[in-house]
């Protein structure tokens, strides 16, 4: 079942998110440990506004376990979604204008999306997929977004197995990504 992610503590979306997005963790939270790291995620997902809160994430729960997660808000609002994470930077005396693009205007941006291992090969993530595509549909969005990893092969042919196309490359973090689109 996929519902809403709850404002309360839950390391576990901490732990998806760290394990999809890796050093661009490092990146957001200014950690260079894990611990550190799930930590400040952990802060980020508990807060009302920014890329990371609860109000983008949706689960995808089993026997009300947590299988998996998928991360998306409107590429319009990334300045203001950017703004209370930037300003936490800026309490461990990082400063930053901003973070590198991850998508364009107009897009539906499908930040994360993570299932725990034990889970994997069921078909949740393409379940994942589709709930974020028809609400992106609902929100009034033409196509939907993400960024994979060069490297990450894996991802790359799932993804264009639902309908993702690469679009252009951008650099994250000091790595090379495919930026794709999917039109609705």
Same mark, same amino acid.
């Given at each position: 079942m996929i519902t809403?992610?709850?404002k309360q503590n $839950?390391?576990?979306?901490?732990?998806?998110?760290? $394990?999809a997005i890796h050093d661009i963790a490092n990146t957001l939270t200014g950690e260079g440990e894990k611990d550190k790291i799930l930590q400040t995620l952990n802060l980020y997902i508990s807060m009302d506004i920014n890329?990371?809160? +609860?109000?983008?994430?949706?689960? +995808?729960?089993?026997?009300?376990?947590?299988?998996?997660?998928?991360?998306?808000?409107?590429?319009?609002?990334?300045?203001?979604?950017?703004?209370?994470?930037?300003? +936490?930077?800026?309490?461990? $005396?990082?400063?930053?204008?901003?973070?590198?693009?991850?998508?364009?205007?107009?897009?539906? +941006?499908?930040?994360?999306?993570?299932?725990?291992?034990k889970f994997q090969g069921r078909g949740i993530a393409k379940e994942?997929?589709?709930?974020?595509?028809?609400?992106?549909?609902?929100?009034?969005?033409?196509?939907?977004?993400l960024l994979v990893d060069f490297e990450n092969l894996k991802a790359l042919k799932l993804y264009e197995k639902i309908g993702f196309e690469k679009n252009c490359i951008l650099e994250v973090s000091k790595h090379n990504y495919h930026h794709m689109i999917k039109m609705l």
């Open positions: 809403q992610a709850k $839950n390391m576990n979306l901490a732990i998806l998110i760290h $394990n890329r990371l809160s +609860y109000n983008n994430i949706w689960t +995808y729960e089993i026997e009300n376990e947590i299988a998996g997660l998928i991360l998306a808000y409107d590429s319009n609002r990334v300045k203001k979604l950017d703004g209370a994470i930037l300003e +936490y930077l800026k309490t461990k $005396n990082i400063f930053l204008e901003s973070f590198d693009k991850e998508c364009f205007e107009d897009e539906f +941006y499908i930040d994360t999306v993570s299932v725990f291992g994942l997929f589709a709930f974020i595509e028809n609400k992106a549909k609902e929100e009034g969005f033409e196509k939907v977004s």
